[in-house]
């Protein structure tokens, strides 16, 4: 027996002993690497704006300027300046809803938004290396003024496609704008629904290359597409925008001013005075992607929403010393605020009463030309529909294969029914109609204008103008995003072999 023998049980315990250790490095896991040793924790960065320039460092004249705006601004003698003076407490934020009085007594246009003391996307007003596009100016009046003049001679209605930005409605004006701000390096934000701020100080994307050619500039397009994807909404013009004056002598309504409802959003692109109806914009629709844009003549189609919607310009963003950061400037302080169009009872926007304070003298419409003026609204009409066809494909594209998707609660059915667009086109009819007994021609000739129009609504397939109006005004045109195009375009059954 093993254990009757002690000596025998030793030199087997001795063995085991010796095997034990000689296997350890097998029972053992793999040692984990030293652990590295906690990074020195960076040192804060410095504002250097704070601080003398360094004995002997030479600066280019940018930061210069902004050394001397701060240093005037510490002395609290900065004129002009749209925040709070140096040493001023912040004021306090104020909830007051939009569209409601303040305790100031004045009605609030901006969305309410609490501010951060200070940003933590950017040091100086000339951003760091790795932000979008460094800063080289202010927003100014003559600065507007080259954009108006840009929109109006640059920019047509395939301009975003030909550079393949996807967009939307509320992305196509804000898309303008960005562009615009990177080709001569001026400060651009936008905001998101809950007010979240992204500009082009962010360094976000900083491992991107950039170039000196915006179209071209890697670094530009992946942020481009990331704030139209992730922050820009119709929902955002009232904290990005402000309401103007209307009339010639404010000077306040030019190309690049943007036309906004709750459902829709324009960017005004031209102004003819030798037109009857001079006021033209540019407009995407749902969903977001490479498209022509529509170009439209302003129209009373347009409902008026309220304060922060409506005919409103873009803000400017400077930059607030106290906070280290970017802001848009209040709206009280740009140029041209108004709110002249949100008077009591104004449900629609005054689209005639613009359009001929813009004519030209001698370019009243008379009754020998109002069919001259019929075929320009026309026209327009034919344009929108246009739009309507695309979202009408797109729609029967997604949902042929999805017969029981019929949620109303999905993006899907936000980008593809129409029933906002069909209110609009329904409204537009109505506002021909007017325009037709305003000008002394009768119903049958508006009807004779538009039976010679054919409206393309499927490969092959054309409807009349006046028929589709007809079934428009019958409400037989389906808003309904599954339905298929037949019925969307207000037929009792098929004209077309469809899948359903």
């Known amino acids: 027996m093993l254990f009757s023998n002690p000596l025998r049980w030793l030199a087997v315990a ?73 040493d001023a407490p912040p004021a306090p934020f104020d909830s007051t809803p939009l569209g409601k009085i303040n305790r100031q007594g004045e009605v609030v246009t901006e969305n309410p938004t ?116 992730k922050y820009v909404q119709g929902r955002s013009i009232p904290y990005d925008a402000y309401p103007i004056a209307l009339m010639p002598e404010a000077a306040a309504l030019r190309p690049g001013t943007v036309v906004a409802d709750k459902t829709h959003v324009r960017i005004i692109h031209r102004i003819d005075p030798g037109a009857y109806r001079p006021i033209r914009h540019l407009s995407a629709t749902v969903p977001s992607k490479v498209r022509a844009l529509a170009d439209e003549a302003l129209s009373a189609a347009i409902p008026n929403d309220g304060v922060g919607w409506g005919i409103v310009n873009w803000s400017w963003w400077d930059y607030d010393f106290a906070r280290h950061r970017y802001r848009c400037v209040p709206d009280r302080m740009m140029p041209g605020f108004s709110l002249e169009q949100y008077e009591p009872g104004l449900h629609e926007l005054p689209a005639g009463r613009i359009h001929l304070a813009y004519q030209g003298a001698g370019r009243r419409a008379t009754p020998t030309e109002g069919r001259k003026v019929l075929r320009e609204m026309i026209a327009d009409l034919v344009e929108t529909l246009r739009v309507r066809r695309e979202v009408v494909d797109d729609g029967w594209a ?56 054919e409206i393309p609504i499927a490969a092959g397939r054309t409807i009349s103008l006046r028929t589709f109006v007809e079934r428009l005004m019958e409400g037989k045109a389906s808003p309904q995003p599954w339905d298929p195009p037949y019925r969307r375009w207000g037929f009792d059954a098929p004209f077309v072999e469809q899948t359903p």
């Open 14 to 86: 001795g063995a085991a002993f010796l095997l034990w250790t000689a296997c350890a490095p097998l029972r053992r896991p793999a040692s984990a690497p030293a652990a590295a040793p906690s990074p020195a924790p960076k040192p804060p960065r410095v504002w250097t704006l704070e601080h003398p320039s360094q004995p002997g460092a030479s600066e280019d004249w940018w930061p210069l300027f902004w050394r001397r705006r701060y240093e005037v601004w510490a002395s609290g003698k900065l004129k002009n300046y749209p925040f709070e003076p140096k």
């Open 398 to 453: 997604y949902y042929a294969n999805r017969p029981r998707d019929r949620d109303k609660k999905t993006r899907a059915y936000d980008d593809f029914s129409t029933p906002a667009r069909d209110a609009r086109l329904r409204r537009k009819v109505r506002e021909i109609e007017e325009q037709t007994q305003s000008h002394g021609l009768s119903p049958e000739q508006l009807g004779e204008e538009m039976a010679k129009i």
């Open 114 to 229: 609490p501010l951060p003391e200070a940003s933590i996307h950017e040091t100086e007003p000339w951003g760091d290396p790795g932000c979008v596009w460094p800063i080289r100016a202010r927003w100014s009046m003559e600065w507007e003024e080259r954009f108006s003049n840009w929109i109006q001679t640059s920019v047509d209605a395939n301009f975003l496609a030909r550079h393949n930005i996807a967009v939307d409605c509320a992305d196509a004006p804000y898309a303008l704008r960005w562009i615009f701000a990177r080709m001569h390096g001026l400060p651009q934000g936008a905001h998101n629904v809950d007010g979240a701020v992204f500009g082009n100080w962010n360094t976000r994307f900083a491992d991107l290359p950039t170039s000196d050619v915006w179209a071209g500039d890697q670094r530009f397009r992946a942020a481009l597409e990331y704030v139209l994807d």
